[in-house]
């Protein structure tokens, strides 16, 4: 593990998908961040990243949003973001985004600073858990930003396997995407479905009682299909999920 | 081949066409079960990370250097294969390769050729327009031979019949090879259809192959193939045309070899192909085989306009893997022909719009959820998601913007209300009150929330609103812990 | 303007940057090479996995294994090289069986006897230039006593293989041998008998080349034969 010196101040940016449809999620990273230790400043201005415009072609738009970040953080704190692709499109595609512009120093400036959630709980907090949960078996779907563009899908194993009662299953296919894809789930229904049916069938036959993901637009792409079929089974945030078995009020 | 039963697929018609593939459990099966197998024989290929990552990069390293020197290079490869003995021919268009083959068959006075792979030759259909001329061409890939049977299109450029079971074949090859019982037997099949084919290598006038690498330093083409019928078509009949695209050149002897590499633990998963068939010429005077007479057949058919552009050229550096099929989530749900494209899959979606513009294509760069599988596999690194959201900027490009290099059909996914959309968006989400307003109102609100939510409600619950934003829970927090 | 000119002012019109460029000969001296022993066993085992016969021999004895085999397949055709010295002797060798296949040579060029070729030839006799451990090939270099066709057509190939021709891999093969300064008109790697998966990718062998490859594979006299075959 590496042992960095824990940072004394982070910013958070809560993504667009938490604020306003599981709040609860980014509350929990935040509680769970401050236990540590570490002050969390959460900037009130702050929107989207701007990924919904930039993948579906609105360059201009995309621009336009997350032109409005880059000015909101402005000590040199790390910028912890609860979501993979969230975190992706600001420290990978931010600078392609701005490059050309007056904007582009400065967004790689903060896209540098862009730290994905788990990554920051176990590689720079070096997190170090009491489960006090009850025995559970889990099963983990990992956003494909986070797998493919952050590398951090390692991340969300490792912290889960930090806790001495839970059981953590691979499910079948376990690197496939859910389907989401952003607008992709909207403009292509019919495909977006039937990978998202196969990737909840695979979650609930891994054996285990509940999934987590650390990216909210799986997690609600993957729950809603559940929900929709009626289904008992969930998934939950990671944040919320490790706040839980730490003793935390979730 | 019956004109009438050939099944054709517009790519405009993608979304119809994906719901139907979506909704034939046996085509899924077959997709899923195969493109599990050829994933796993590829991983089982590259068992070292780092010896993968290396010859990645040393791949993409010399398909980038070989478009850089492209129009060098073609000049090269065509003095030295003119050396060779070897007769070169451009064509900036599908019809004109094809009148340019149909050509040199009619002045041989040849009614029948003999076929290899070749998925440019599917691009430009050139069976279909010799037919119409009153000839015949026989597919010899046993896949190829399949589809051809069957009236159809290749649903996968390394495995065309993928779509079909073993049952299906053995229904066509006892329909129509005469005297041919029904069997599902592999071996016996593959059998059938070896005795039914190597009379038309006898019997062919000419030969038609296509290209995977075309060396400039040596004017060598090179064909990869496992079943000997490439050999066949590019050595027995008297005359040898080979079909291939501008890019397919490279520059060194040398180039070739961690590129064949790559193709085939890519492709099949094997460590490499039962023949490397590397052609520098014909029939030399003393020799007692091969054509008498070789031509290449240089195609561009959209590919100057993907060159023009630095980022797009990138499409250029596919070797034809279709690694980034079998890997695509999409692809292995809906198969090949949904796409309605001779190349399916992650690179159909991003070399298609260039040869069909995109007021054809215009789903096709939206048929991906970006997961970025494509991209981790490709064996000379195409960043395929990042061409794929540049082709959707293209798409939805206001049509009159005046641009460097205009693709094809630029602003054909332009959309009235979807514009008016992101406008109201972008001044929601760029300017802070609003914002907080529009989450305020929104989490207030999410008694009203829609039950029909565009394509959403389709596979899931409606997305509620949370009772508060995560903005008011923070703010709340603040004044908790007073900071 | 012809289509040739207006495809390069295409291409020369547009934005280029010089890439890094590759070192391909840098890559491979980098890479672990086969020698020995140890090449020879994954050469063979790589060639036997695609179902090719290996057959161990000397150079004083392989005639004779080349007409046990033929003699075991039945073979009543064979095509072969007379005009070469393996021919000669490959042609004596089988002259001896009790009942001698017909031997014929590739003496006139194919387009009077294509049918024949395809319909009447059931083995074909041929000496490769040399192999590649690494990927468990041949290289071969078809020349006017042994045309291309030779290896391609009839049923069974026998290949007769030097086994100190073995290269680590098809970079040193091509790199010691020099072939950027001239290629055949024809040059293959081969690597096994033909075969197919196109149907619900199930390996057939015998495509439309040959069904069987058999090797002949000449040790030197260094090489024990027990240890090549140990543990393989």
């Given amino acids: 593990m590496s042992q960095k010196r824990p940072p004394a101040d982070v910013y958070f940016f809560g993504t667009c998908l938490i604020d306003v449809f599981q709040p609860q999620a980014g509350l929990d990273a935040v509680t769970l961040i401050e236990r540590e230790g570490v002050r969390v400043h959460y900037p009130d201005a702050q929107s989207c990243c701007g990924q919904p415009a930039y993948t579906s072609g609105e360059v201009a738009a995309a621009r336009r949003v997350a032109r409005a970040q880059l000015d909101l953080f402005p000590e040199a704190w790390p910028i912890v973001v609860p979501s993979g692709s969230c975190a992706g499109m600001m420290k990978h595609h931010w600078p392609t985004l701005f490059a050309g512009t007056p904007d582009e120093a400065r967004a790689k400036e903060v896209a540098g600073r862009i730290v994905e959630f788990a990554d920051f709980l176990l590689n720079t907090l070096d997190w170090q858990p009491t489960d006090l949960g009850q025995p559970l078996t889990l099963a983990v779907h990992t956003s494909c930003s986070a797998r493919r563009e952050m590398n951090t899908h390692v991340n969300g194993w490792a912290l889960i396997d930090r806790l001495a009662n839970v059981k953590r299953v691979v499910h079948e296919r376990e690197a496939e995407c859910c389907g989401f894809g952003g607008v992709f789930s909207v403009r292509h229904p019919d495909i977006a479905g039937a990978m998202v049916a196969d990737k909840a069938a695979a979650l609930k036959d891994s054996g285990a009682a509940q999934f987590v993901t650390a990216d909210c637009g799986c997690m609600m792409n993957i729950n809603g299909k559940l929900a929709k079929d009626g289904d008992t089974f969930a998934g939950e945030h990671l944040a919320t999920f490790l706040l839980k078995r730490t003793g935390g009020a979730a | ?483 | 303007m012809s289509a040739r000119e207006n495809i390069l002012t295409k291409l020369r019109a547009a934005p280029r940057s010089a890439p890094p460029a590759p070192d391909v000969a840098a890559y491979y001296a980098g890479t672990p090479k086969l020698t020995g022993l140890a090449a020879l066993k994954h050469w063979a085992a790589l060639m036997r996995a695609v179902r090719t016969e290996v057959l161990w021999v000397r150079e004083s004895d392989w005639p004779r294994t080349l007409a046990e085999q033929v003699a075991a397949r039945g073979i009543r055709t064979l095509l072969l090289a007379p005009s070469t010295a393996h021919g000669a002797r490959a042609a004596a060798a089988l002259a001896e069986l009790a009942e001698p296949p017909l031997r014929l040579g590739f003496d006139q060029t194919i387009d009077g006897w294509k049918a024949t070729l395809f319909n009447e030839v059931d083995a074909a006799f041929t000496r490769v230039r040399a192999g590649i451990a690494l990927t468990g090939s041949l290289i071969a270099w078809p020349d006017e006593h042994e045309p291309r066709t030779m290896s391609l057509v009839p049923p069974i190939h026998f290949a007769l293989f030097d086994t100190r021709t073995l290269y680590p891999d098809f970079f040193s093969a091509m790199s010691a041998e020099n072939w950027a300064a001239g290629m055949p008109t024809n040059a293959l790697l081969i690597s096994g008998p033909s075969k197919t998966s196109d149907i619900q990718q199930t390996v057939a062998y015998g495509a439309h080349g040959p069904r069987e490859l058999v090797v002949l594979a000449v040790l030197p006299d260094e090489i024990d034969l027990a240890e090549l075959e140990a543990d393989a």
């Fill in chain 2, 1 to 483: 081949m019956n004109e009438a039963t050939l099944t054709y697929y517009p790519s405009r018609d993608f979304k119809a066409n994906a719901r139907a593939a979506l909704a034939d459990s046996n085509l899924r099966a077959s997709f899923r079960g195969a493109m599990d197998f050829l994933m796993g024989k590829r991983a089982a290929q590259f068992p070292d990370a780092h010896e993968l990552a290396e010859l990645r990069k040393l791949g993409e390293a010399i398909r980038q250097k070989s478009l850089a020197k492209l129009p060098e290079l073609l000049e090269q490869l065509e003095a030295k294969l003119t050396e060779n003995g070897v007769t070169v021919h451009w064509a900036e268009t599908t019809e004109e390769a094809n009148a340019i083959v149909h050509g040199l068959i009619a002045a041989k006075g040849g009614k029948l050729a003999v076929k290899g792979k070749s998925m440019v030759s599917e691009e430009t259909e050139l069976n279909h327009y010799l037919e119409a001329r009153g000839m015949t061409a026989i597919e010899s890939d046993m896949g190829e031979y399949i589809v051809q049977l069957a009236g159809e299109k290749p649903s996968h450029i390394i495995m065309p019949a993928i779509h079909k079971t073993r049952a299906d074949i053995a229904r066509l090859f006892s329909e129509h090879i005469p005297g041919t019982p029904y069997t599902e037997d592999v071996d016996a099949l593959i059998q059938i259809g070896r005795q039914a084919l190597r009379q038309m290598y006898v019997s062919a006038d000419v030969g038609i192959s296509g290209v995977n690498f075309a060396i400039a330093e040596t004017g060598t083409l090179c064909l990869v193939e496992n079943e000997g019928n490439g050999r066949m078509c590019t050595t027995v009949p008297d005359m040898h045309i080979a079909i291939t695209g501008i890019e397919k050149v490279i520059e060194k002897l040398s180039d070739v070899v961690p590129l064949y590499s790559l193709l085939t633990r890519s492709a099949t998963g094997q460590p490499v192909t039962t023949y490397f068939n590397m052609i520098s010429g014909p029939r030399r005077p003393g020799e007692k085989d091969g054509p008498r007479e070789v031509h290449l057949v240089l195609l561009d058919n959209g590919r100057s306009q993907a060159y023009s552009d630095e980022q797009l050229r990138k499409t250029l550096q596919c070797i034809r893997c279709g690694a980034c099929m079998n890997h695509c989530p999409v692809y292995t749900r809906i198969g090949g022909h949904a796409y309605g494209t001779v190349y399916p899959g992650p690179i159909g979606e991003i070399i298609s719009p260039h040869m069909l513009g995109l007021e054809n294509t215009v789903d096709l760069p939206t048929a991906s959820s970006l997961c970025g599988a494509c991209g981790e596999v490709c064996p000379v690194k195409i960043p395929i998601p990042e061409m794929l959201m540049r082709l959707r900027e293209e798409s939805v490009r206001d049509p009159h913007e005046k641009v460097a290099h205009p693709l094809r059909g630029q602003g054909a996914g332009v959309d009235k209300e979807v514009k008016l959309a992101w406008r109201l968006w972008t001044g929601l989400y760029s300017k802070p009150g609003y914002y907080r307003l529009f989450g305020w109102a929104a989490t207030r609100l999410r008694g009203l929330t829609p039950r029909h939510q565009l394509g959403w409600t389709q596979n899931h619950v409606p997305m509620k609103p949370a009772p508060k934003t995560l903005h008011e829970l923070m703010r709340e927090r603040r004044k908790e812990t007073g900071r």
